[in-house]
């Protein structure tokens, strides 16, 4: 089942949660309803994909550890298999006219579908003027200031966790879920085992690296970004491209802005969780930097180093957690602290939203500094029209047509063929 529904698993994580509970609860029975809605709260608790989570626990409460392995890794080998041969056809195809112009339609879409999906989350997560202020104070921090991520959600957290504690009506905090189970002993044994076990492989291959190739190989960058990313990857994949752009793009140099947006639109195409983009990432830098393996092989070790690092803390989480679940339900502390962090991301989407928007849209920026302001603006005379236009196509798709991510991104791709070809460079 978990290779059927990683297969079918299209539409970003509402739709794989809702396609975990009709085969689940629905239709076979096998997990109650409120156990269910009990996992899917601890899941939106925890970095990592949801959904990809939720998967794992099933798995554990059905079969335990071996049915959670079995269940979260067939949840993403499907997508994973179909990223790697994007990733290969992408990072040997790119310097082809035919297809930059693909991508210029699909990069253009992308930004359609982080509008939509910033739509969303604002709409459930921000209820309060507080969660507003976190939102609006989240964008600040990114875009004007240049705040580490990383630093941005320990913020959050650290004010959610007093906030729900004090004032939990201010994060409309609901109640936590009834349950009639009796009190359980502490399952310490359990999660220090879950701990043990799961951190050491999550840091075995970093390690070997390290060992053989060096702490300065860009496989090693990759395990340590990666391992960094798994640990505050709060709200999603959208959230998740914040932190990778200024790492991977403005750190690292792994990357170009606008090859993030491709990376964004491959994995909107592939079942899965969308978290999967880093994947896309992780390839193109060691495919860029093979020494002393040869550009495929590279490449290919590069995206296996992303997704051991990424996916492995899921189980650790899950195994280490899931039976503590009653417990961390009626956490206000936790549970404050996350909530805060939900609204933080809303501006974080914003903020990729907008970075996004203006290296698809315009071919030059210029760097503006003002105190302790920096950002980047646009130099107007560089606007690439094509990149406008087929961005308010995919718009009006999602928006006025409510069309899927899928037919979206093909229309796009088609329009920006037709322009890139037609029109193939922009004066800037």
């Not at 310097?95 to 210029?104: D, E, Q, V």
Request: charged share 10%; proline share 7%.
């Amino acid at each position: 089942m978990s290779a059927r529904i990683g297969c079918l698993s299209f539409g970003g994580p509402a739709g794989q949660i809702a396609l975990l509970h009709r085969e689940l609860v629905d239709r076979t029975g096998w997990i109650a309803e409120r156990e269910f809605l009990h996992a899917l709260n601890l899941c939106h608790l925890l970095p990592g994909p949801e959904a990809q989570q939720l998967a794992t626990w099933a798995g554990w409460r059905l079969h335990g550890w071996r049915g959670g392995m079995v269940a979260g890794g067939l949840f993403v080998l499907p997508g994973a298999l179909v990223m790697l041969g994007l990733s290969i056809l992408y990072a040997y195809a790119a310097g082809l006219s035919w297809f930059a112009a693909l991508f210029l339609g699909i990069k253009a879409a992308v930004l359609a579908i982080i509008a939509q999906a910033l739509l969303r989350i604002a709409r459930r997560a921000l209820v309060t003027p507080l969660q507003g202020a976190l939102a609006a104070g989240g964008f600040a921090a990114l875009f004007l200031l240049g705040a580490p991520f990383p630093l941005v959600v320990v913020a959050a957290l650290a004010m959610g966790s007093v906030v729900g504690i004090m004032a939990p009506a201010r994060l409309a905090l609901a109640p936590p879920l009834d349950t009639t189970a009796p009190p359980a002993a502490p399952p310490w044994r359990t999660s220090v085992i879950a701990v043990t076990v799961f951190g050491a492989l999550w840091l075995v291959p970093l390690a070997l690296v390290i060992a053989f190739l060096g702490s300065d190989h860009v496989l090693a960058d990759i395990g340590r970004l990666f391992a960094r990313l798994a640990l505050v990857s709060f709200g999603g994949a959208y959230a998740v491209l914040a932190y990778l752009a200024q790492d991977a793009v403005a750190g690292f140099g792994w990357l170009a802005a606008p090859e993030m947006a491709d990376g964004l639109g491959l994995a909107e195409t592939t079942p899965g969780p969308l978290i999967l983009v880093t994947q896309f990432v992780g390839f193109l830098a060691a495919f860029r930097a093979p020494e002393p393996f040869s550009p495929l092989i590279a490449g290919i070790l590069g995206a296996g180093m992303t997704l051991w690092v990424t996916f492995i803390p899921c189980f650790l989480w899950i195994f280490a957690l899931a039976p503590w679940l009653d417990k961390i339900e009626r956490a206000p502390a936790l549970r404050g602290g996350l909530a805060a962090v939900t609204a933080v991301i809303v501006g974080v989407i914003a903020q990729l939203g907008l970075w996004f928007a203006l290296h698809v849209l315009f071919t030059a920026l210029q760097p503006v500094s003002a105190g302790p302001l920096r950002f980047d603006w646009p130099v107007w005379a560089s606007f690439d029209w094509r990149a406008g236009v087929i961005a308010m196509l995919g718009a009006v798709l999602i928006f006025a047509f409510n069309r899927g991510v899928a037919l979206t991104l093909a229309v796009c791709a088609l329009a920006g063929l037709i322009l890139g070809v037609a029109i193939p460079a922009v004066t800037a």
